[in-house]
Nanobody, 124 residues
Framework: QVQLVESGGGLVQAGGSLRLSCAAS????????MGWFRQAPGKERSFVAA?????????YYTESVKGRFTASRDNAKNTVYLQMNSLKPEDTAVYYC????????????????WGQGTQVTVSS
């Protein structure tokens, strides 16, 4: 069993920044690709970013966050990060991290383990 715990969410004004962290325990962290998803009220969970299992791994982003969000990982700390800059009100959602035994993956069914989420609220 792999456990994932997100932190770093909060309330910011439009244009501000937040850095989310996801700490993993159990399993072999370096073997997992990691993803970030978000879910706004009344909407389905959707893909945000993914990073490969390699140290300094390759990344992939959904179109709406390209140039604003950056995913990274520190395998020595069993932690993945999502740096979010230039935040917009439409970024408001609960953000989840997830672990996959695949490479870069963008669908929820490709991830075996999920955190419980952290709230990000961007005011206008």
């Amino acid at each position: 069993q792999v456990q994932l715990v997100e932190s770093g969410g909060g309330l910011v004004q439009a244009g501000g920044s937040l850095r989310l962290s996801c700490a993993a325990s159990g399993g072999t962290f370096s073997a997992y690709g990691m993803g970030w998803f978000r879910q706004a009220p009344g909407k389905e969970r959707s893909f945000v970013a993914a990073i490969s299992s390699w140290s300094g791994g390759n990344t992939y982003y959904t179109e709406s966050v390209k140039g604003r969000f950056t995913a990274s990982r520190d395998n020595a700390k069993n932690t993945v990060y999502l740096q979010m800059n230039s935040l917009k009100p439409e970024d408001t959602a609960v953000y989840y991290c997830a672990a996959s035994n695949k490479g870069i993956a963008t669908m929820t069914d490709q991830y075996a383990f999920w955190g419980q989420g952290t709230q990000v609220t961007v005011s206008s």
